[in-house]
């Protein structure tokens, strides 16, 4: 059932990717910009809503490990002098492994306390990046990250952003449909019910947590390599918040639901912060609307409208 | 095959459980009765590693696994359903037997292998056995009680259990659903050879398809012996079937 429903929606996504990569050939510079922040972000909304939708994790600071990814990249070319690719790989591992470190310490807490101490402890390195000018550029960041030339101009960044993107996502995608995604699912629904079938839980959910920075940290170098700067607000929790957000406003429980919230609340922020300083105040309402009227986010909705349509006729 | 000795637990000072024994042998159907309160179900919590004992020790198949966590308690070869419906309500009813045959067979790190291609004929062995092929692919959250009373079993089930432990299987359920259930119980019993230790309120049942019972009451095993033994015990009467003198028949 599984299967046949992948290969219904398969030659969609290949639309998708195909439009995708057409971008740069219509669009300007700046759209090609914003398309790849979209996607860097998505993936990153993504990776949240693997431990939070499919996990059932509190994951209330996600940025951090965004941000981790992106500095380990940015740190790694520009003070290690080895070759820049290495730092595609240093920066999420780094995240992966901050997550798995933060994991430990706030796994024995249930839900919303973990949530609780998982800012506190995101915070904690947020203020760390900030303080630590002589290594991090404190609150000035890093800025002009020196890339190799083939992902340097404006279209290479947007390519290698959108592959890395469609890979990492087609990588998570098969880990959630994984028996590891179906004891991950349990887990979500009824932990003390997985334990009695046999499943380790809090130990499905650290390799969950790990993945999910590594994947945040993925989605920090592309950032990286679309903009070509890092800094502390990168993990602030107000885009742990907006992270959140996405997720409830896309649909935790649909796949791309992270992705289509991603789309509208960058879109969102590109657009109003530019009319007015208001931006927190407007996620505050929509994060409102979002869960007055649409509990199951935009595709929840349209999936439950589709199904609705076909069940009329 | 399991030996429980005088196991305790109490809640803010409350003894639920206050050194209840009991053992079952392998192959048997055993029955714990017992009124409301009587700490059944948190009897079971603390054989299967849900709550951990005071006091008391849990042997099975010769090894402690007195206060062991459930999952290590479940890969010895318990396994359980519960008295109140404890399924994956998001999971569809194949999905909810799918993971714990997945889990069973330790694949639940793999995390590559589509699940949709895994444990296929396993699952919907169990799910025809149980009766619930129909079914297969709504979500649980949309069934009946009977059917997720049965879901609860069937997911119990895709442990491949050596000893099964149902609490109150099929309180809430219709007459025929109840007459289903029994009859499953049974062929749990004979063909796949899975010892069950189970309570039960209704006492025709338990005198039906138990081997032996062990009584409870105030959290304390009152008797422990044949169906024979415990309908003629006076303190059972008193206690529990109210007090009336003559043998229950
Ligand atoms: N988690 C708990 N916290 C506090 N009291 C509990 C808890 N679980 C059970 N009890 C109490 O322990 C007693 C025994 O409960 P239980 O084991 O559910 O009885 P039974 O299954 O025989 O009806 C009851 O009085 C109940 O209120
Ligand atoms: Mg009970």
């Known amino acids: 059932m599984n299967s046949s429903v992948f290969r219904r929606k398969l030659p969609w996504v290949i639309a998708a990717l195909v439009v995708l990569l057409c971008f740069p050939l219509f669009l300007d510079r700046f759209y090609v910009y914003l398309t790849a922040i979209i996607l860097l972000t998505g993936l990153c909304a993504t990776s949240l809503n693997f431990v939070l939708g499919y996990g059932g994790v509190f994951q209330f600071h996600h940025a951090v490990f965004y941000g981790v990814g992106a500095y380990g990249t940015a740190l790694m070319i520009t003070k290690s002098g080895l070759s820049p690719w290495l730092g595609f790989i240093v920066g999420p591992v780094a995240a992966a492994i901050v997550g798995l470190v933060i994991g430990v310490i706030c796994i024995r807490l249930s839900k919303l306390y973990f949530g609780m101490l998982q800012i506190s402890l995101g915070s904690l390195v947020w203020a760390i990046v900030y303080r630590w000018y002589s290594f991090t550029g404190g609150d000035d960041g890093i800025h002009g990250v020196p890339l190799p030339d083939i992902i340097s101009s404006s279209n290479g960044s947007y390519y290698f952003t959108l592959i890395v993107t469609a890979v990492s996502m087609f990588i998570l995608y098969r880990m959630i449909k994984s028996p590891f995604g179906s004891a991950l699912q349990g887990i979500r629904d009824n932990p003390v019910r997985s334990e009695m079938i046999g499943v380790n839980a809090k130990l499905q959910q650290l390799l969950a947590l790990s993945i999910a920075g590594f994947f945040g940290g993925v989605a920090g170098s592309l950032f990286v390599v679309v903009d070509n700067t890092v800094f502390p607000d990168m993990m602030f929790w107000t885009l742990s918040l907006e992270l959140i957000i996405m997720c409830l406003l896309g649909g935790w429980l649909s796949y791309l639901g992270p992705m289509v919230g991603a789309a509208v609340i960058v879109l969102l922020r590109t657009y109003v912060s530019g009319i007015t300083g208001y931006w927190a105040l407007v996620l505050g309402v929509i994060m409102m609307a979002v869960i007055f009227f649409l509990p199951n986010g935009v595709l929840g909705y349209l999936d439950r409208f589709v199904k609705k349509k076909v069940r009329n006729k | ?122 699952t919907d062995r169990i799910l025809g056995d149980v009766g619930l092929m129909e079914i297969r692919d709504g979500t649980s959250a949309a069934l009946s009680h009977g059917e997720r009373k049965v879901l609860e079993i069937a997911i119990a089930l895709g442990g491949n259990p050596e000893f099964l432990i149902l609490d109150e299987p099929t309180a809430g359920m219709s007459p025929e659903e109840t007459t289903r259930c029994i009859d499953l119980i049974k062929q749990l019993k004979e063909k796949l050879g899975i010892t069950i230790l189970f309570c039960e309120h209704d006492m025709e049942i338990v005198f039906s398809i138990s081997d032996r019972i062990m009584v409870m009451v105030r959290g304390s095993t009152i008797i422990e012996g044949t169906c024979d033994d415990v309908r003629c015990c006076q303190e059972v009467q008193d206690a529990y079937l109210g007090g009336s003198d003559a043998c229950l028949t």
């Open chain 2, 1 to 122: 095959m399991l030996e429980v000795t005088s196991l305790s637990k109490s809640f803010d000072g409350f003894k639920a459980v206050n050194n209840a024994s009991l053992s079952v042998k392998e192959g048997e159907v055993v029955a714990v009765i017992g009124p409301n309160g009587a700490g059944k179900t948190t009897l079971f919590n603390l054989i299967t590693g849900v709550l951990k004992p005071e006091s008391g020790k849990v042997v099975f198949k010769g090894e402690d696994i007195t206060g062991l966590p459930p999952y290590q308690v479940c890969r010895r070869g318990i396994s359980r359903s519960f008295q109140v419906v404890n399924v994956f309500p998001k999971l569809s009813v194949f999905e909810n037997v799918q993971v714990s045959v997945l889990s069973r067979q330790k694949r639940t790190w793999n995390l590559f292998t589509p699940s949709a291609k895994l444990a296929i004929a396993e």
